[in-house]
């Protein structure tokens, strides 16, 4: 895995986990990467990330609303 470090200001209360959460999060949402992939970058399990994600705002269900209108239609 890639090591990436940031700057933060001081007065910031951030650290590390907060920063690991957020960015798993946000890809997983973007689908870059799969809910066990997130949940190990962010140093959780699969459970407790899927838990967690719903306080960044991010649903469980990672399904774009265009696949899901058409597989209503050909249902």
């Known amino acids: 895995m890639k090591k990436i470090t940031i ?6 209360d951030f650290d590390a986990k907060d920063a690991a959460m957020l960015i798993a999060a946000r890809l997983y949402e973007k689908g870059k990467l799969t809910l066990g992939e997130a949940a190990e970058i962010a140093g959780y399990s699969k459970y407790a990330f899927a838990e967690m994600l719903g306080s ?5 269900f990672n399904y774009p609303a265009s696949d899901m209108l ?3 239609k050909n249902a």
């Open 7 to 12: 700057e933060v200001p001081n007065s910031l």
């Open 56 to 60: 960044y705002g991010v649903s469980i």
């Open 70 to 72: 058409n597989e209503s």
